[in-house]
């Protein structure tokens, strides 16, 4: 079954704990992105990918950090979190070029940072 | 950065009813995205627009894409409890870098059986 799974679903942590959320895609595909949603704010793109060991700032990339060693995995890094990061995230991934291809998204890591 | 204005927000009607949300920017956009996110999900994609003027329909669902790429809309005929949840708009687009998408704020449907 084609998927992008996320770990963890739900994270509470405190503030300047260094924490990692993963992403992995089954699809082969070569974009992958993170995104944060916030009421009101719907998604906004934090960082992308469009293949291996190419990285590129989103709208919102402070606070993050990513890596893509593989094509498959794409994890989501906050060096020390602070409550401002507390939000869904989602990862997605495409094939090349989001634009009129579809963007299949995980289910979501509901974070808290007291 | 793009902007997409989804209106209304929120939006909560009766059974049978008819809806329309609308998505609009003042920047064009090369391709127009509609999701629909439940509790608990991501997003999964109900339609993609490429051309101005497209309509397409999906069952009881009605998409548009503005003459001028700048807008879009979604109408629904006859809601339906399943209906419910959030309807988002991407607006596709070429940056320095590749391509984006912009995702709108949302519009939360509840629809009362």
């Known amino acids: 079954e084609a998927q992008v799974t996320q770990n963890p679903r739900y994270l509470i942590t405190v503030t300047g704990k260094k924490l990692t959320v993963t992403c992995s895609q089954n699809m082969n595909h070569e974009y992958m992105s993170w995104y944060r949603q916030d009421p009101g704010l719907g998604l906004r793109q934090i960082y992308y990918?469009?293949?291996?060991?190419?990285?590129d700032k989103g709208d919102v990339p402070e606070g993050y950090k990513v890596s893509r060693k593989e094509k498959r995995n794409f994890p989501l890094i906050l060096e020390s979190p602070s409550p401002n990061q507390t939000s869904l995230y989602f990862c997605?991934?495409?094939?090349?070029?989001?634009?009129?291809?579809?963007?299949?998204f995980g289910q979501g890591t509901r974070l808290t940072v007291v | 950065t793009q902007l997409l204005e989804q209106s209304p927000q929120f939006l909560s009607i009766q059974e049978g009813e008819n809806l329309t949300v609308y998505c609009n920017s003042s920047s064009v956009f090369s391709s127009l995205q509609w999701y629909r996110q439940e509790p608990g999900e991501g997003p999964v994609l109900l339609v993609t627009v490429v051309t101005g003027g497209e309509v397409k329909k999906l069952k009881r669902l009605t998409f548009q894409f503005g003459d001028a790429r700048k807008d879009s809309s979604l109408h629904i005929t006859a809601a339906q409890p399943g209906d419910t949840g959030l309807y988002l708009c991407?607006?596709?687009?070429?940056?320095?870098?590749?391509?984006?998408?912009?995702f709108g704020g949302g519009t939360r449907l509840m629809v009362k059986p």
């Open positions: 991407a607006g596709g687009a070429y940056n320095n870098a590749g391509n984006m998408l912009t």
């Open positions: 997605a991934s495409s094939l090349l070029g989001a634009m009129n291809t579809e963007a299949f």
């Open positions: 990918s469009m293949n291996v060991e190419v990285t």
